[in-house]
C-alpha cells in the first residue's frame, strides 16, 4: 500500500523551512513563498511581491508533497515505518535526489526495528487553547524543588501566550498520557536560516512561591520552632493572604455590579 506523509512529518518539514506568507530569496536565489513552495500547483513560479495566507501556505505544501511521496513509494522496495517514510520525503523535498541512482542512497536494509513513540500535547490551562510544538523536555533533580521545562515552538505560535488579565501563563503539557503543568517564565527568539522558532522556559507551578511571583521575607523567630512548623506557618499565612486577595477581588466585582 502507498503511504502519504502525515501531520509528524508535515510538521518537521515546516520546522525546517520556516513559514512566510511573502515571497521572499532562498539561498538557492529562487524565490520561494509558504513552506519551500516554489510553484503553485496551478504550475507558475513563485515571483517577487507574492502574497498568502497561512492556510494557502499549508495548502501548496500538501500538493508539493504528492511528487515526493511517489518518488519514495517507487523507488524504495523494502518495508518503511511511518516516521522512516516521513524522513525520506522530506529528504528528497530538501535536496531533491534522484533515488532511481544506486550511488545517491544507500539501500534501506530489510530488519526489524524498535520504536519509542513519544507523544506531547501543550495547551493553555486558563482557555484551553492549543499550542503546536515542535518538541520538549523536562527534567529535575536532588537539589531542584521543581520541575523544569523547555518547549520549541514556532514564532506563529508566540502570539497565543499573552498573559489573560495579567496572570501568569500557565500551560498543561500532556506526555504520553501523563499531565503536567507549566508556569511560563521566559521565551528565547531563535532563527536559523529561514526558520524562526521559540524557546518556551519555565518551571511547576510551585514556582509561584519562588521570586518573582512571591517576593522573599526574612524574619528574627523568637521561639524554638521544628522545620514543620516554620513550614506550617507560612503555608497558613500564604493561605489566609491569598484568601484576602480573593475576597477583596470578589467584594470589587460585587461592587462594581451593584454601582
Avoid at 92 to 119: Q, R
Avoid at 159 to 168: C, E, F, V
Avoid at 188 to 214: H, I, K
Amino acid at each position: 500500500m502507498k503511504k502519504t506523509i502525515n501531520e509528524i512529518g508535515l510538521k518537521l518539514i515546516a520546522q525546517f523551512e520556516g513559514c512566510y506568507l511573502q515571497a521572499y530569496l532562498c539561498p538557492a536565489n529562487v524565490w520561494t513563498i509558504g513552506i519551500g513552495t516554489t510553484i503553485y500547483p496551478n504550475g507558475l513560479k513563485v515571483k517577487k511581491g507574492d502574497k498568502c495566507t497561512l492556510e494557502q501556505a499549508h495548502e501548496y505544501l500538501a500538493h508539493d508533497m504528492i511528487e515526493f511521496e511517489k518518488t519514495v513509494n517507487d523507488s524504495v522496495k523494502v518495508p518503511l515505518s511511518q516516521n522512516q517514510f516521513d524522513a525520506l520525503v522530506s529528504l528528497t523535498y530538501n535536496i531533491v535526489l534522484n533515488f532511481g541512482a544506486d550511488d545517491c542512497i544507500p539501500s534501506v536494509p530489510n530488519k526489524n526495528w524498535w520504536y519509542i513513540v513519544n507523544e506531547i500535547k501543550v495547551s493553555r490551562l486558563d482557555n484551553g487553547q492549543k499550542i503546536h510544538v515542535f518538541n520538549g523536555n523536562y527534567r529535575t533533580d536532588r537539589s531542584s524543588w521543581c520541575w523544569s521545562y523547555n518547549l520549541t515552538i514556532p514564532a506563529f505560535e508566540l502570539s497565543k501566550l499573552d498573559p489573560i488579565a495579567g496572570q501568569p501563563v500557565i500551560l498543561k503539557i500532556v506526555v504520553n498520557g501523563y499531565q503536567h503543568l507549566m508556569l511560563l517564565e521566559n521565551r528565547t527568539r531563535s532563527r536559523q536560516f529561514a526558520s524562526e522558532t521559540y524557546t518556551l522556559t519555565g518551571r511547576s507551578v510551585s514556582a509561584l512561591l519562588d521570586a518573582p511571583s512571591s517576593p522573599p521575607r526574612a524574619f528574627l523567630q523568637e521561639n524554638e520552632r521544628t522545620s514543620v512548623q516554620l513550614v506550617q506557618a507560612e503555608i497558613v499565612s500564604f493561605c489566609i493572604s491569598r484568601f484576602n486577595a480573593e475576597l477583596a477581588t470578589d467584594r470589587r466585582t460585587w461592587l462594581d455590579r451593584t454601582d
